[in-house]
């Protein structure tokens, strides 16, 4: 069964089979308010856990999105270039950014009840 983490910085992701699906919580498209824009990673790129890989562009501010793993891109949400509005209406479902796979596993992040604790 997948489970959902999240990091302090705000990202949730889904690992499976050493794939993981990563998108924003909840509470983080709240702060931001309504997104209008977002450039997401090129597929087959890699990245080093905690550097930007996505940007979002809401109507105050710009936020980045960071690596939870040492990982691979394999497939972007295409949805949001035409609809960044996902990411606030349905950010657990719809709204997910992309997938990638793990090239280091390990254990990171907090589950829902260390999360909601974090943001209180």
């Known amino acids: 069964m997948s489970v959902i983490r999240y990091m302090k ?9 050493d794939v993981i699906k990563v998108g924003i919580s909840n509470y983080a498209q709240g702060e931001l308010g309504d997104i209008v824009f977002i450039t997401l990673p090129d597929v087959n790129s890699e990245y080093t856990a905690g550097t930007a890989i996505v940007e979002l562009e809401a109507t105050k501010t710009i936020a980045e999105v960071y690596a939870p793993f040492d990982c691979k891109v394999i497939e972007i949400n295409l949805s949001l270039e035409t609809e960044p509005e996902l990411i606030n209406s349905d950010p ?11 090239n280091k596993p390990v254990k990171v992040g907090m589950n829902e009840d260390e999360y909601f604790k974090f943001i209180s």
Request: hydrophobic content about 50%; cysteine-free; charged content about 25%.
């Open 9 to 17: 910085t705000h990202e949730w992701f889904i690992e499976t089979d």
């Open 92 to 102: 657990l479902i719809e709204g997910w950014l992309f997938k990638a796979t793990i």
